[in-house]
């Protein structure tokens, strides 16, 4: 029994030193890893920034016009419907003709009654009624409202009028909407009865706010992004309001061409470049924020990541202006070398890999 209890305890007292052992060795093993900070860079250098000023606008038609009837009747034909394209003088929908061609037919007898009284008027004052040129105007003039001759040609022109009105043709070409009525629907004179849009081009209304206003010009160009497709259509500054509003925004609008797949009320995301020359320019991963300030790392021809403070004077959807921050003793200039990946978890001095 004795020896039994002296090899058990001399069994216990292995074990835990292969142990402690192994565990000491796993420590040491983890302690002299190397780490590893793989970066990528790039050498600043001077270049022309393109600053973006970046809104929300909305498209609308240069040309746009409520089309109506002006006159009432029962629709008898409806030749387009929402969407269809339409050129200049197209009859697009008309009315039953009969009431005012019944008008236009009474107008026409009473214009050739008329016209026989004047002429029995004239007659009577002993001018040659078959040549109006011989009749002095003022003689003319009360023979035809004696005779109601001049009253009956108001009429037949309001008659004429009224029977053209029954068709309505478009004024320019574009793209018909909200078109409501249905065929023997009854139509009102002066309702409105469709909508036509000119959709060769739009103009993106967008506004700005006050300080901005030094940064955008007639003519300059656009980029137009609608929300729904994220396509990136060119256009130019048309208008500046010269207003300042009670929010201290400015109206601006951009005229676009429409290649098709843009609409009147579409909303767009308005991109604004302009471009300010000899600037540090670097992309948007350079750029970290420690203790609220913005900071980049310099790399050394050693490969030693160095944190240095900036401000950033410029941005756009890809990159910032940068100077070395005036307050911070910071220095940065063309020629160095920058992380730009890599740099999330780098601190001051940090060894790094240049991919």
Known sequence: MKYLTLAFLAYILYACGTKTNGTQSGVERRQYTAQQNPVEVMVLQNSTFKKELVNNG?????????????????????????????????????????????QLTTAQIQLKRT?????????????????????????????????GYAEAVQNYKTAVFNLESTRLAVPF???????????????S???????????????????????EVGDIRIGYEVQLIPFSDQTVYTGRVSEINPII?????????????????????????????????????????????????????????????????IQTTGENTTS??????????????????????????LAHESKVVVK
């Open 58 to 102: 909305k498209l609308v038609a240069l040309r746009k016009s409520e089309l109506q009837f002006r006159v009432g009747e029962q629709l008898e034909k409806l030749n387009v419907k929402n969407g269809d394209k339409v050129k200049a003088g197209q009859i697009i929908a008309t009315l039953n003709s009969f009431t005012y061609q019944q």
């Open 115 to 147: 016209k026989l009284e004047m002429q029995k008027v004239l007659i009577a004052q002993g001018y040659n009624a078959t040549d109006s040129a011989t009749v002095p105007p003022n003689s003319y003039e009360i023979a035809m409202v004696r005779s």
């Open 173 to 187: 070409s574009g793209i018909v909407a909200n078109l409501k009525q249905k065929q023997y629907d009854r139509v």
């Open 189 to 211: 004179s002066g309702s409105s009865f469709c909508t036509l849009i000119d959709d060769s081009e739009f103009e993106a209304e967008f506004q700005i706010v006050e300080s």
């Open 245 to 309: 509003d009670e929010n201290g925004l400015i109206l601006v609008k951009a005229v676009v061409k429409n290649p098709g797949r843009l609409m009147d009320g579409m909303n767009v995301k308005v991109m604004v470049e302009k471009e300010i020359p000899v600037q540090l320019v670097v992309p948007k991963s350079a750029v970290l924020l420690r203790d609220n300030q913005e900071v980049l790392f310099k790399c050394t021809r050693d490969s030693v990541a160095f944190w240095t403070y």
């Open 320 to 345: 910032y202006s940068v100077i070395a921050h005036p307050d911070k003793g910071a220095k940065l200039e063309s020629g160095d070398t920058i992380i730009v990946s890599g740099n999330l978890n």
